[in-house]
């Protein structure tokens, strides 16, 4: 199952004037992985992210995303991927109903499909009675699978989750962490940034970014034994040193 | 297409229809500014009191102030007693004017000698002094006229003048205008940069753009639920204009309706704009507010005329469209006039509209490199 190369990525770079935010970046990541993109904050990790989804265009370099050039085919790329931010992405003033159909809508699904799309999001996360409730009202939590489950309302390939668990408490982080297994399981792919080291030992493999390269790359175990550390924070901060 | 744009304006629809505030602009504000504007702000006195020095005290100076009072416009407080008490009554903010008549007065004014009415007003408000002034003035011709029942001289130079296209001197005929052209510019251009900014603040704008809508039905989408709404005030506006303060509409019904979408069209390209250069909706507020709103009300030539403004401030004026969309209601509903008349106006608010959809695509396009 695990061939298939979905993103793959070829010296990327990234330029604002003199300051190479992304320098010549190379990876790739295979279909059904959790593939975690760390990195301190301004290390590259948002640009490089935006890089891939079609918000920003590359200085040089190449790389594909879905079987698509990230340089001249990046509306193709959004048909294929989901996106969540640590903002939740969600409209606050609309019901849960309302949220679905509208991401549905405008991914361009029919009627009959979000009608089978709501039912089967608002079972799989119980969510079924607060259906016609303002999403304002859900506790922080179910707001986060709801905005991640809204994310994939389209069947995307690839799940970008940009932080997804900022500011959210342990509890809550290991749900969702339980949500992106049950996606991967499915064969989506999911590229995930984050803050937080403990969670990078749930992904498959992990790349750390220090000031616009990446600098190391592989599986949490391989990395700690490589970098003779006990666990990722170690092995993070002998990185960022 | 069809669909997703759809999809996307029922979704506006709901941020409006469950955001007091938004209503509250939407509605409450035209109303308030139209009833505001006809009821409150008026140049026209009803009973303004003053004092009289009368110097006369004869039969003729009686009739004199009786005339005066006879008008409605005027109202004797005081009766004073010397020149001192002029300004005391005027210090306390109750008169609003004194009128001193000379001694002699009825032997002079039948002997047809000079008379020198004295009239003081309080220059601290002097909007109103002036009105007042004139309201005296055509007040004493009009006794002149009445007691002495004699032909005009005949080497005099008699100006008779008519106000044409507003005889009444209504006020109305200023301020419909000028509210339908500052409403308009509220609604579509504040609002509109006020969502495009909600939706960058709560992180939604960036989700839009991962998908595959595209940048430009994006902002379709936004606008055109406010697009529809304001003009739908506009309407409002002209009725109650016609049906409440008897404005009238003199010129062609869809040129006017033309003129306001075009308007429409203006404010939005320009909130657009606006939104392209914040971040948070209160930046936002901030800039329609004191960008707009301020200029486009004093500076458009709805309150002050912009012809007696310092040079500079002219040309600010000159570069606010609601001064142009003044102009051209004015034209269309009060003096009728067809496209013919307002071809300058018209082409300088289609020129601002692209200049500022250029500058936002600008703005836009570097977001994304």
Same mark, same amino acid.
């Given at each position: 199952m695990r061939n298939d190369k979905v993103i793959q990525v070829e010296a990327l770079t990234k330029q604002f004037g003199d300051f190479k935010a992304v320098d010549h970046i190379s990876f790739h990541v295979e279909k059904g992985e959790i593939f975690g993109f760390l990195g301190a904050n301004g290390a590259g990790k948002t640009t490089a992210m935006r890089m891939l989804t079609g918000l920003s265009k590359p200085s040089s370099g190449k790389g594909t995303v879905a079987g698509f050039?990230?340089?001249k085919e990046s509306e193709r790329i959004k048909e294929r991927i989901g996106y969540m931010s640590q903002k939740f992405s969600l409209y606050e003033d609309l019901t849960v109903k309302e949220n679905i159909r509208f991401y549905g809508g405008i991914y361009g699904l029919s009627k009959n499909q979000i009608e089978i799309k709501t039912s089967q999001i608002l079972q799989e996360l119980n969510l079924s009675e607060v259906g016609s409730k303002l999403v304002r009202s859900l506790p922080l939590g179910w707001k986060q699978r709801l905005a991640f489950a809204v994310s994939m309302v389209h069947d995307p390939e690839i799940v970008f989750l940009d932080e997804p668990t900022g500011g959210v408490d342990p509890n809550v982080r290991r749900q969702f962490w339980e949500a992106i297994y049950q996606a991967?399981?499915?064969g989506r792919t999911i590229f995930v940034t984050t803050h937080y080291m403990d969670e990078a030992e749930y992904c498959d493999r992990v790349s750390i970014m220090v000031s616009g390269k990446i600098e190391a790359l592989d599986t949490p175990d391989n990395l700690k034994e490589t970098f003779k550390a006990e666990s990722m924070d170690e092995v993070f901060l002998k990185l960022a040193r | 297409m069809v669909k997703v744009f759809w999809a996307f304006v029922k979704k506006e629809f709901y941020h409006i229809l469950r955001d007091k505030r938004t209503l509250l602009i939407l509605f409450g504000m035209p109303l308030a500014q139209v009833l505001i504007f006809g009821y409150a702000v008026t140049n026209e006195f009803r009973d303004a009191e003053i004092d009289v020095l009368d110097y006369a005290k004869d039969e003729t100076s009686e009739q004199y102030i009786n005339h005066l009072q006879s008008s409605g416009n005027f109202r004797v407080r005081r009766i004073l007693a010397s020149q001192n008490e002029v300004e005391e009554g005027m210090k306390g903010g109750k008169t609003k004017l004194v009128v001193s008549i000379p001694e002699?007065?009825?032997?002079?004014?039948?002997? $047809?000698?000079p008379i020198k009415i004295q009239v003081v007003t309080d220059g601290s408000d002097p909007n109103n002094a002036n009105t007042l002034v004139q309201y005296l003035t055509e007040m004493t011709q009009s006794f002149q006229r009445l007691k002495r029942n004699e032909v005009p001289n005949p080497y005099s130079i008699q100006v008779a003048s008519r106000m044409m296209y507003n005889p009444q001197l209504a006020s109305a005929y200023n301020f419909v205008p000028g509210t339908i052209a500052l409403i308009l510019l509220i609604i579509c251009a504040m609002l509109t940069s006020l969502t495009i900014a909600?939706?960058?603040?709560? $992180?939604?704008?960036e989700i839009l753009l991962v998908s595959p809508l595209s940048p430009l039905l994006i902002i379709l989408g936004k606008v055109a639920p406010y697009a529809l709404l304001s003009f739908v005030n506009a309407v409002i506006v002209i009725l109650i204009g016609f049906f409440v303060f008897e404005v009238p509409v003199l010129g062609n019904t869809l040129l006017l309706l033309g003129m306001c979408f075009l308007y429409v069209l203006t404010a939005l390209s320009l909130g657009i704009f606006i939104s392209t250069t914040v971040k948070t909706q209160q930046e936002a507020m901030m800039k329609s507010l004191m960008g707009l709103m301020m200029p486009s009300m004093l500076l458009s030539g709805f309150i002050f005329p912009l012809a007696s403004m310092p040079v500079i401030l002219e040309y600010i004026g000159k570069i606010i469209p609601a001064t142009y969309f003044i102009r051209i209601l004015k034209g269309v509903m009060l003096r009728g006039v067809g496209l013919n008349f307002i071809l300058f106006e018209v082409g300088v608010l289609l020129v601002m509209t692209l200049g500022f959809?250029?500058?936002?695509?600008?703005?836009?396009?570097?977001?994304?490199?």
């Amino acid at each position: 199952m695990r061939n298939d190369k979905v993103i793959q990525v070829e010296a990327l770079t990234k330029q604002f004037g003199d300051f190479k935010a992304v320098d010549h970046i190379s990876f790739h990541v295979e279909k059904g992985e959790i593939f975690g993109f760390l990195g301190a904050n301004g290390a590259g990790k948002t640009t490089a992210m935006r890089m891939l989804t079609g918000l920003s265009k590359p200085s040089s370099g190449k790389g594909t995303v879905a079987g698509f050039d990230v340089l001249k085919e990046s509306e193709r790329i959004k048909e294929r991927i989901g996106y969540m931010s640590q903002k939740f992405s969600l409209y606050e003033d609309l019901t849960v109903k309302e949220n679905i159909r509208f991401y549905g809508g405008i991914y361009g699904l029919s009627k009959n499909q979000i009608e089978i799309k709501t039912s089967q999001i608002l079972q799989e996360l119980n969510l079924s009675e607060v259906g016609s409730k303002l999403v304002r009202s859900l506790p922080l939590g179910w707001k986060q699978r709801l905005a991640f489950a809204v994310s994939m309302v389209h069947d995307p390939e690839i799940v970008f989750l940009d932080e997804p668990t900022g500011g959210v408490d342990p509890n809550v982080r290991r749900q969702f962490w339980e949500a992106i297994y049950q996606a991967a399981e499915l064969g989506r792919t999911i590229f995930v940034t984050t803050h937080y080291m403990d969670e990078a030992e749930y992904c498959d493999r992990v790349s750390i970014m220090v000031s616009g390269k990446i600098e190391a790359l592989d599986t949490p175990d391989n990395l700690k034994e490589t970098f003779k550390a006990e666990s990722m924070d170690e092995v993070f901060l002998k990185l960022a040193r | 297409m069809v669909k997703v744009f759809w999809a996307f304006v029922k979704k506006e629809f709901y941020h409006i229809l469950r955001d007091k505030r938004t209503l509250l602009i939407l509605f409450g504000m035209p109303l308030a500014q139209v009833l505001i504007f006809g009821y409150a702000v008026t140049n026209e006195f009803r009973d303004a009191e003053i004092d009289v020095l009368d110097y006369a005290k004869d039969e003729t100076s009686e009739q004199y102030i009786n005339h005066l009072q006879s008008s409605g416009n005027f109202r004797v407080r005081r009766i004073l007693a010397s020149q001192n008490e002029v300004e005391e009554g005027m210090k306390g903010g109750k008169t609003k004017l004194v009128v001193s008549i000379p001694e002699n007065f009825s032997e002079d004014f039948y002997a $047809g000698n000079p008379i020198k009415i004295q009239v003081v007003t309080d220059g601290s408000d002097p909007n109103n002094a002036n009105t007042l002034v004139q309201y005296l003035t055509e007040m004493t011709q009009s006794f002149q006229r009445l007691k002495r029942n004699e032909v005009p001289n005949p080497y005099s130079i008699q100006v008779a003048s008519r106000m044409m296209y507003n005889p009444q001197l209504a006020s109305a005929y200023n301020f419909v205008p000028g509210t339908i052209a500052l409403i308009l510019l509220i609604i579509c251009a504040m609002l509109t940069s006020l969502t495009i900014a909600k939706e960058k603040e709560i $992180g939604t704008m960036e989700i839009l753009l991962v998908s595959p809508l595209s940048p430009l039905l994006i902002i379709l989408g936004k606008v055109a639920p406010y697009a529809l709404l304001s003009f739908v005030n506009a309407v409002i506006v002209i009725l109650i204009g016609f049906f409440v303060f008897e404005v009238p509409v003199l010129g062609n019904t869809l040129l006017l309706l033309g003129m306001c979408f075009l308007y429409v069209l203006t404010a939005l390209s320009l909130g657009i704009f606006i939104s392209t250069t914040v971040k948070t909706q209160q930046e936002a507020m901030m800039k329609s507010l004191m960008g707009l709103m301020m200029p486009s009300m004093l500076l458009s030539g709805f309150i002050f005329p912009l012809a007696s403004m310092p040079v500079i401030l002219e040309y600010i004026g000159k570069i606010i469209p609601a001064t142009y969309f003044i102009r051209i209601l004015k034209g269309v509903m009060l003096r009728g006039v067809g496209l013919n008349f307002i071809l300058f106006e018209v082409g300088v608010l289609l020129v601002m509209t692209l200049g500022f959809l250029l500058l936002s695509w600008r703005n836009f396009k570097i977001r994304l490199e």
